[in-house]
């Protein structure tokens, strides 16, 4: 009997399958979550907004793409929202490219990448990181072919942390034509302290650069689904036409809107983060681990064969281990970053 089969364009993408569950929200360093509860208002702004779920949300997320254009001072045909910054980028994915493009993107880098990107059926040409497990832009510009549609550049990069600078994505833009997208995945901007860091806001007067925010990180809002993307009005048309209609939610709208206007307790809470960020990273150091820069909210042990037993070793503390490569940490609660620094520090003895 025929049974009904999936496009070849999934064949390589890989089922999802849960990891066991961390023992409580605290323990777990494995996903860049933000340790933090809903910054002030938020609650109360989503709870009015739970109170009429029987109705579908704004299809048009107004008051989202209204407190966007405040925010930047850009004008709102500038963004397009949807259900966190993957289902965005997947959407761009899904408005540009087909079967016979190719996509560029560093490799290691966001494990959904691949995902988004095999399923248009593309073909993608992954660029290896450079040792300090920073982007190499030039090998991605000169990866670049008459069929490449989207190039994507993650800085701070997932999971490595290291950012691009902006000379260097400066010179990138430069290089690659102007009919190629350039995606700069910078979900974790709000954690970046270095003075000559890459940003793709400053070059987005480019009408191929498009850049993708995440409410889920700094903001600490990963269960509700909102990210969007700051492009060319005709580009964010595109995407806004791809995604499905009402994704984002009113609750997940009102979460979002309200979160933007707590400036000062999301600018505290991040500083925080990145104080702790500097004090595990200089206690790794301390212990004699080689790691790579973080500008984001995790950090990186470059552990190859060894990761998987680094991340049972580290049991009840749940980190991420990507097998053969590496092990991507979380900076959480101190008290919790503190079990993990004794792991790692034993682990070297
Ligand atoms: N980009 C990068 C580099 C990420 O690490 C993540 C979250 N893991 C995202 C985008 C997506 O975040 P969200 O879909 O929650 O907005």
Not at 77 to 95: H, I, N, W, Y
Request: with cysteine.
């Amino acid at each position: 009997m025929p049974t009904p089969s999936a496009r070849r364009a999934l064949d390589d993408i890989p089922v999802y399958r849960p990891g066991k569950p961390a023992e409580s929200d605290e323990l777990k360093l494995s996903s860049n979550e933000n340790p933090y509860p809903p910054l002030p208002g938020v609650m109360e702004k989503a709870t009015e907004a739970l109170g009429r779920v029987n109705r579908y949300p704004d299809a048009g997320v107004a008051d989202l793409y209204a407190a966007l254009a405040r925010t930047y001072g850009l004008p709102q045909e500038r963004f397009a929202a949807s259900t966190g910054s993957v289902a965005v980028l997947f959407s761009l994915l899904t408005a540009f490219c087909e079967q016979g493009d190719e996509i560029i993107y560093a490799w290691r880098s966001f494990e959904a990448y691949p995902i988004g990107a095999d399923l248009t059926g593309a073909r993608t040409i992954r660029v290896p990181l450079r040792p300090d497990a920073t982007h190499d832009l030039d090998a991605m510009a000169a990866a670049v072919t008459e069929h490449t549609r989207v190039v994507i550049v993650c800085t701070p990069n997932n999971p490595t942390g290291p950012v691009a600078t902006h000379a260097e994505l400066e010179r990138f833009v430069e290089a690659v034509p102007d009919d190629v997208i350039i995606v700069v995945d910078e979900a974790y901007v709000e954690f970046v302290r270095q003075d000559d860091a890459a940003s793709g806001l400053a070059l987005a007067d480019h009408e191929n650069v498009i850049v993708l925010r995440t409410f889920s990180k700094a903001f600490g809002l990963a269960g509700l689904r909102v990210g969007y993307a700051i492009a060319a009005p005709s580009v964010a048309e595109s995407i806004r036409k791809a995604i499905a209609p009402f994704s984002v939610t009113d609750v997940a709208q009102a979460a979002a809107v309200a979160s933007l206007d707590a400036t000062d307790a999301l600018a505290e809470r991040v500083e925080t983060i990145v104080a702790e960020r500097a004090r595990v990273l200089a206690a790794l150091r301390d212990q004699g681990w080689d790691v790579p820069d973080s500008q984001a909210n995790f950090v990186w042990l470059p552990l190859g064969d060894d990761s998987l037993d680094f991340a049972a070793a580290c049991d009840p503390v749940s980190v991420r281990p990507f097998a053969g490569d590496g092990v991507r940490v979380t900076i959480g609660d101190p008290d919790v970053n503190d079990r993990f620094l004794d792991v790692a520090e034993r682990w070297l003895k």
